[in-house]
């Protein structure tokens, strides 16, 4: 053990003074946790896009990949041209199958996609 190492019995025990340290035996050595490392919270990120063209698809597709949910409006696309918004929704569809994601529409306006760490509740069937 070198000088200035706190030796720590245990995962949360103040370290001791120098002094202290040097008379204790050379035993069972024990690393010193952070205890900020435990109280790390995971945010998820939702985003609100528009999905005006095909093209769309693939900055769409980042999104989730990279871990955030989408609520995603269609209108404009499905007022101008309803084949191009159903390719690009497949499209959509086939990569939240790919990554066990999830995706509903709600409303004839939006989508919401999901990654796969989130389900997007329908109610209880039956």
């Known amino acids: ?4 190492d706190k030796m720590v019995f245990g995962l949360f025990k103040k ?3 120098e002094k202290e340290e040097k008379k204790e035996e050379a035993g069972d050595e024990f690393l010193e946790l952070d205890h900020t490392a435990f109280e790390t919270e ?4 939702i985003r609100v896009e528009t999905l005006e063209g ?3 698809a693939d900055r769409i597709q980042s999104l989730v990949r990279e871990g955030n949910v989408v609520f995603l409006k269609i209108k404009k696309l499905r ?3 309803i084949s191009e918004l159903k390719r690009a929704v497949d499209k959509l569809r086939k990569t939240c199958m790919a990554m066990s994601g999830d995706i509903v529409g709600v409303d004839e306006d939006f989508l919401i996609i999901t990654p796969q760490f989130a389900r997007i509740y329908r109610g ?3």
Do not use: I, Q, T
């Open 124 to 126: 209880k069937a039956g």
């Open 79 to 81: 007022d101008r041209d």
């Open 1 to 4: 053990m070198r000088n200035g």
């Open 15 to 17: 370290s001791k003074p």
């Open 54 to 56: 095909y093209a769309d």
């Open 42 to 45: 995971r945010k998820v990120n």
